[in-house]
């Protein structure tokens, strides 16, 4: 079925180490991935995206990295602050030119100082 | 540049009432997509709407029903609310025009039912 799931429901680390949030989607035909921030009381944040014909993509302290064999995103966050702390989602967009995002229940990040 | 916008923030309604939740995309954006957020899981997708019509619909119940304006705002609507109704419900704006997927959302409006 359409469902794209997180393996950790929580993640914490130290100030200044990096962050591997992981998630496995399940639908094959999905073209699209995004990765999204969302801090208490507000809307989703976008961080990074990547298309399905690429495997890796590099923002600014953020990675993603996409395994289409296995069906795995993970989300890379260098360097961790304060800040980075929130729930983060992956999402995926169903194929065939549809705009309908399926997100997975989240992995809370918490930053120790 | 503004964002996406929804009104209102918060909402509190009885079970069997009717709510109207509105958004304003992001400027340039022409489609708008409507998610439900229960406490502790993530977006579910409701339906999204393109040119005032309903484009793609999410498994939710005919109680939900949308517009879109000329101008691309949106509303949507909950007729008879349930208890389980209550969540946070989130606006996305986008431009597939470009070719690009990425949605950005707004801060949602929080929708109790008591």
């Known amino acids: 079925g359409e469902s794209v799931g997180l393996h950790l429901p929580t993640l914490s680390v130290q100030e200044g180490d990096n962050s591997i949030i992981n998630c496995a989607y399940s639908n094959s035909a999905s073209d699209y991935f995004i990765w999204y921030k969302q801090e208490s009381g507000k809307g989703p944040q976008f961080i990074i995206d990547i298309r399905s014909n690429m495997d890796k993509r590099q923002g600014q302290r953020v990675t993603v990295l996409l395994n289409k064999t296995v069906k795995h995103l993970s989300l890379q966050i260098a360097a961790t602050q304060p800040g980075d702390s929130a729930v983060y989602f992956c999402?995926?967009?169903?194929?065939?030119?549809?705009?309908?995002?399926?997100f997975g229940q989240g992995t809370r990040l918490t930053i120790n100082p | 540049d503004a964002g996406v916008t929804q009104s209102p923030t918060h909402l509190i309604k009885t079970r069997g009432q009717q709510v109207t939740l509105r958004c304003s995309p992001k400027s340039g954006h022409d489609t708008v997509s409507w998610y439900q957020q229960a406490l502790g899981q993530g977006p579910q997708f409701i339906f999204q709407?393109?040119?005032?019509?309903?484009?793609q619909r999410g498994n939710f119940p005919d109680r939900f029903s949308g517009h879109q304006f000329p101008n691309y705002s949106s509303e949507l609507n909950v007729n008879a609310l349930l208890l389980g109704d209550s969540a946070l419900y989130l606006c996305?704006?986008?431009?597939?025009?470009?070719?690009?997927?990425?949605?950005?959302f707004g801060p949602g409006t929080r929708l109790t039912v008591t």
């Open positions: 999402a995926e967009n169903l194929g065939g030119g549809a705009q309908k995002l399926v």
């Open positions: 709407y393109y040119e005032e019509e309903e484009r």
């Open positions: 996305a704006s986008s431009f597939p025009g470009t070719g690009s997927y990425e949605q950005y």
